[in-house]
C-alpha cells in the first residue's frame, strides 16, 4: 500500500527523492534543542484555538448592557466586545476551556520563544551561517509580544483598558512625532474611536499570525537548509552531523513532544483559571484596579515604567521626551538592539567570522557566557520590579523601599553576576584540564 | 475450555503479525532489531487510554447536569492528549537506536556565485544609460511607495492634535457622581477619595473624570494663583495620571497622622503618587508632569461646580504638551 502511495506521488510530483531525504534528515539530539519546538506546538494551538474564538467574538466597541449568565454583572454598561468575552467564558459550551487555553498557550508560546533563545545565546548558535536564523527569531518575539498584548487588548475588559491606556502613553511619549503617531492609530485622543477595536482584531487575527506564519516558515526554512547545530562528539564534528533521522528514530519523539504540549495546555485550560475576565469587569476612562498585573511577558515593561524617576525632558516649558518613553519605548527598543547586534559585536572583538556548525558549551565561551547572564539579570530586575506591588502583598516589604533598591540593583547585581558567572567558566574549564591532566598521568604510570 | 480460549487468543493476536525478514538481500536502511513485546503492549494500552479519555470528551460536552463541566472537558482533553504522547515515547524507545549522520554542507558555493553576478552584469551591459535608468526608476518607485502610503492618513487625524488639549469641563459646569447626581459640597468627607464627572457629558474621555477630596484648609499649600480654587478646602484634580493614562484609584490617608505620610492620590500602574495638597505636585514614581487642578466654587444651592478649566493638559505627555493650556470642549 505505501508503494502505491509513494508511486502515485512521485509520478505526479517527482518528490521521491525529496520524501527519502526528508524521511532520513538528521536532528541531533539534546534537550535543550527541543524548546524552539514547544513554541511552535504552541503556536498550532494559538492558531486553532484562536480561529474557534472568532467564531464567537465580537469586535466592537458599541455599548449595551449586560443581560447573560454572570449575575455580579447584570445591568452593567459595557462594550460588545467585553459582552462577547464573557458570553464565551459562560454561555457558549466549552468555551471558557478554549479561551482559557488559547491564553495559556499564549504565555508558554512567548515563554518557550525566551528561552529558546537563552539557549541559541549562551551556545553561540547565532554565530554564521545561522545568524539570519537568529534575526528572524527575535523578529518573531517581537511580534509575538505585540500580538499578545493586542489579544488581551482587544477583550475590553479593566486590565485590558489599563494597558492600553498605558500604550497610548508610550506612544504618545515619542519625542516629536508621538502625538501624531497617537491620534493616527488611535483616530482621537484615548480611547479613541470606536473604529480602533476592529484595528486591534484585524491585526490580532489577520496579519500579525500571518506575519508570524511567514517568518516562521522561513526560520525552519533556514534551520534545514544549514542543518541543525550539535555539541562536540566522537562523530559529530564541524562537518558532519550526527542523530535521528525524521523517520523512525525521531519522529516519535517529536510527535510525543507535540502531543505533551497540547495536552498540558488544554489540563491548565481546564483546570487552572487564567484572566478571569468578568472578575475584572468592563473598562471605563474613570476605573482601575488595584495589583493589576499583565501577563508575565509585559513584565519587564512595566517593570521599567515603575523604576523611572520622576522627571519628563524638558527645555524651558517645552517637553521634549516625557518620561513612559524611558521605560515603554527606550528600554524594550535597547534590549532588542543589543539582541539584534551580538552576533556583530562579538564577530568585531574575538576576530572570529569561521563556520560554525558545532556549538560552544557555555564555559568555553566564558565573557559571552557572563557578558550574558550580567545582561539578562539586568533585564530580570527589571521584569521583578513590576512586580514591586505583589511582592509587597506577600512579603510586606514597603512598595517605595523597594524601588529604591532595585534602582540600585539593576546596576550592581549584574556585574556581580559578571564576574561571578567569568570566575564559575574559568574554574570548570580548568577543572576539566586537571582531570584530562591526571588521566594522562595515569595512563602513562601504569604504561 | 482453556486451551479453546487459548486457541482463540493465538488466532486473534497472531494473525498479521509477520516474523522480522531476515537476510534480505537489500542494504537495511533501518537497522534490525528484535522487538521489545511488553513495550508494544505499553503502547497498545496508552492509545486505548487515549480512545477513552477522547471518548469522555463529547460524554462531557453532552451532559449538561456534569457540573465544572469546563475543568472535566479541560482533564479529558488533556489526558487524551497525554497519553497520545506516552504512546509516542514508547514507540521513540522501540526506534531510540535509530541513529545516523550527514555531511553539512558546503560554507558557499563560489562557483554559483559568481554567475549570478554575472548574469547581473551582463544584463546591465545591454543598457547604456544606467545611472538616468535608476535614477527615473528609483523616482518612480519612491513616488508611487508614498501614494500607496498615503490612504493610511485616513486612520487618524495625524497632523492635528488640538484635541489633545480639549476638556469637557467649563465655568459653571456641575459636578455629579457615578449615578449622575449632583455632588453638593456638603457631602464631601474627609479622608474619602470621590469621583466625579462633568454634567450632561461624555464620560468615556480622559479631560471627564476627578477626584475630588476635602482637606483642612489649612493643610493647603496651594501657589498664590490658585488661591479660592478649593472652597472650604475641598480640591478637584483630573483623575488621569499624567504619567500613562491609567485611572488614579488610589487614596492615601494618614491613620496615624502623628508618623504616617500625609494625604495623597496615587495610581495604580506605576504608583505616580501626587501631593493634593501642593497642587498636585508629583511626590514619587515615574510621573513627569503635574496633576492637573481644576478651580472649583461652590454654588448658592451648596453643588460644586466648575469655575473654569484644569491648570494644565489632561491625561499622558507629549512632546510640547506645556505649549497650550486646557481648552473646553464638548
Known amino acids: ?94 468555551g471558557l476551556l478554549i479561551r482559557q487555553t488559547h491564553h495559556w498557550a499564549a504565555d508558554v508560546f512567548v515563554a518557550a520563544i ?138 516519535p519523539r517529536s510527535l510525543g513532544l507535540l502531543f505533551s504540549v497540547f495536552g498540558i495546555l488544554f489540563l491548565l485550560g481546564g483546570l487552572v483559571q487564567i484572566n478571569p475576565i468578568w472578575q475584572w469587569g468592563p473598562y471605563h476612562v474613570a476605573d482601575a484596579t488595584n495589583g493589576a498585573q499583565p501577563d508575565w511577558y509585559l513584565g519587564w515593561l512595566i517593570g521599567a515604567l515603575r523604576l523611572m524617576p520622576n522627571f519628563d525632558v524638558t527645555i524651558g516649558n517645552y517637553t521634549l521626551v516625557p518620561n513612559p518613553f524611558w521605560g515603554g519605548a527606550g528600554f524594550p527598543l535597547f534590549v532588542f538592539f543589543v539582541l539584534y547586534t551580538w552576533p556583530w559585536l562579538e564577530r568585531r572583538v574575538t576576530g ?19 557578558i550574558g547572564v550580567a ?50 567558566c574559568d574554574e570548570l574549564v580548568r577543572g576539566e584540564q586537571v582531570e584530562v591532566r591526571r588521566k594522562a598521568a595515569e595512563a602513562e604510570a601504569l604504561a | 475450555m482453556k486451551r479453546w480460549l487459548g486457541a482463540l487468543a493465538v488466532l486473534v493476536l497472531g494473525r498479521g503479525r509477520r516474523k522480522p525478514r531476515l537476510g534480505d538481500e537489500r542494504e537495511r536502511i533501518v537497522q534490525l532489531r528484535f522487538p521489545d513485546r511488553r513495550a508494544e503492549g505499553f503502547v497498545a494500552f496508552a492509545f486505548i487510554a ?51 549522520e550527514e555531511e553539512y554542507k558546503p560554507p558557499s558555493n563560489p562557483e554559483e556565485q559568481e554567475e549570478v553576478e554575472q548574469i547581473f552584469a551582463e544584463t546591465g551591459e545591454r543598457f547604456t544609460r544606467r545611472k538616468l535608468l535608476w535614477t527615473a526608476g528609483g523616482t518612480a518607485g519612491v513616488a508611487l511607495g508614498a501614494a500607496l502610503v498615503t490612504p493610511a492618513l485616513s486612520l487618524g487625524p495625524v497632523f492635528h492634535t488640538g484635541s489633545l488639549y480639549t476638556t469637557p469641563w467649563r465655568r459653571g459646569r456641575r459636578l455629579v457622581d457615578e449615578v449622575g447626581r449632583v455632588l453638593r459640597a456638603d457631602e464631601i468627607e474627609q479622608g474619602v477619595m470621590y469621583t466625579a464627572f462633568p454634567e450632561h457629558a461624555d464620560r468615556e474621555q480622559m479631560g471627564a473624570p476627578l477626584v475630588v477630596v476635602r482637606l483642612k484648609p489649612e493643610q493647603l499649600r496651594l501657589p498664590a494663583e490658585r ?104
Not at chain 1, 518575539?141 to 483598558?161: F, R, T
Not at chain 2, 484609584?249 to 508618623?259: D, E, G, I, N
Not at chain 2, 496633576?291 to 473654569?308: M, S, V
Open chain 1, 1 to 94: 500500500m505505501i508503494r502505491g502511495i509513494v508511486r502515485f506521488v512521485d509520478e505526479r510530483s517527482g518528490a521521491a527523492p525529496f520524501i527519502k531525504k526528508t524521511l532520513r534528515y538528521v536532528f541531533p539530539d539534546h534537550w535543550s534543542f527541543l524548546l524552539g519546538e514547544v513554541a511552535l506546538y504552541s503556536f498550532v494551538v494559538l492558531v486553532m484555538t484562536g480561529i474557534y474564538l472568532t467564531f464567537f467574538f465580537k469586535p466592537s466597541l458599541t455599548q449595551v448592557h449586560y443581560h447573560g449568565q454572570y449575575l455580579p454583572l447584570e445591568g452593567r454598561s459595557m462594550s460588545e466586545a467585553y459582552q462577547s468575552a464573557v458570553d464565551i467564558s459562560f454561555r457558549v459550551k466549552a
Open chain 1, 375 to 424: 545582561f539578562f539579570t539586568w533585564v530580570f530586575i527589571v521584569f521583578v520590579a513590576g512586580s514591586a506591588d505583589r511582592l509587597f502583598v506577600f512579603f510586606g516589604i514597603s512598595y517605595s523601599v523597594q524601588i529604591w533598591i532595585m534602582r540600585v540593583a539593576i546596576w550592581v547585581v549584574p556585574v556581580i553576576a559578571l564576574a561571578l558567572t567569568k570566575r564559575v
Open chain 2, 227 to 330: 488661591k479660592g480654587w478649593a472652597p472650604e478646602g475641598i480640591l478637584a484634580y483630573s483623575k488621569i495620571c499624567t504619567h500613562a493614562g491609567c485611572a488614579i484609584s488610589l487614596y492615601r490617608k494618614p491613620t496615624f497622622a502623628v508618623v504616617e505620610p500625609h494625604e495623597a492620590f496615587v495610581c495604580p500602574c506605576h504608583y505616580s503618587t501626587f501631593d493634593p495638597a501642593k497642587a498636585g505636585k508629583v511626590i514619587f514614581g515615574p510621573a513627569g508632569r503635574d496633576l492637573p487642578q481644576l478651580p472649583l466654587q461652590i454654588a448658592r444651592g451648596g453643588e460644586l461646580r466648575a469655575a473654569g478649566n484644569f491648570s494644565g493638559p489632561v491625561g499622558p505627555s507629549w512632546w510640547g504638551v506645556r505649549l497650550h493650556k486646557a481648552r473646553s470642549g464638548p
Open chain 2, 50 to 100: 487515549a480512545a477513552v479519555c477522547a471518548i469522555a470528551f463529547p460524554v462531557i460536552y453532552a451532559v449538561d447536569s456534569i457540573p465544572a463541566q469546563t475543568q472535566f472537558l479541560g482533564l479529558s482533553l488533556g489526558l487524551a492528549f497525554l497519553f497520545l504522547a506516552v504512546a509516542c515515547v514508547g514507540l521513540a524507545k522501540g526506534v531510540i537506536d535509530d541513529e545516523t
Open chain 1, 352 to 370: 572570529d567570522r569561521a563556520f560554525h556548525n558545532l556549538l560552544d558549551r557555555p564555559r568555553d565561551a566564558p565573557w559571552r557566557t557572563a
Open chain 1, 114 to 251: 525566551v528561552v529558546h533563545m537563552l539557549r541559541i545565546f549562551f551556545t553561540g548558535a547565532f554565530r554564521k551561517p545561522r545568524d539570519l536564523t537568529y534575526f528572524i527569531g527575535l523578529t518573531m518575539l517581537g511580534v509575538a509580544l505585540l500580538e499578545g498584548y493586542l489579544g488581551y487588548s482587544m477583550v475590553d475588559d479593566l486590565l485590558s483598558g489599563m494597558g492600553l491606556a498605558i500604550g497610548y502613553s508610550v506612544l504618545m511619549s515619542i519625542p516629536f512625532v508621538g502625538a501624531n503617531l497617537a491620534q493616527l492609530v488611535w483616530g482621537d485622543p484615548y480611547p479613541g474611536k470606536h473604529e480602533f477595536e476592529s484595528r486591534m482584531y484585524s491585526m490580532h487575527v489577520l496579519v500579525l499570525p500571518i506575519l508570524i506564519g511567514t517568518l516562521l516558515a522561513l526560520h525552519l526554512a533556514l534551520v534545514a537548509a544549514r542543518h541543525h547545530t550539535q555539541f562536540r562528539g566522537r562523530r559529530a564534528t564541524e562537518r558532519q552531523v550526527v542523530g535521528a533521522p525524521t523517520f523512525p528514530g525521531y519522529a
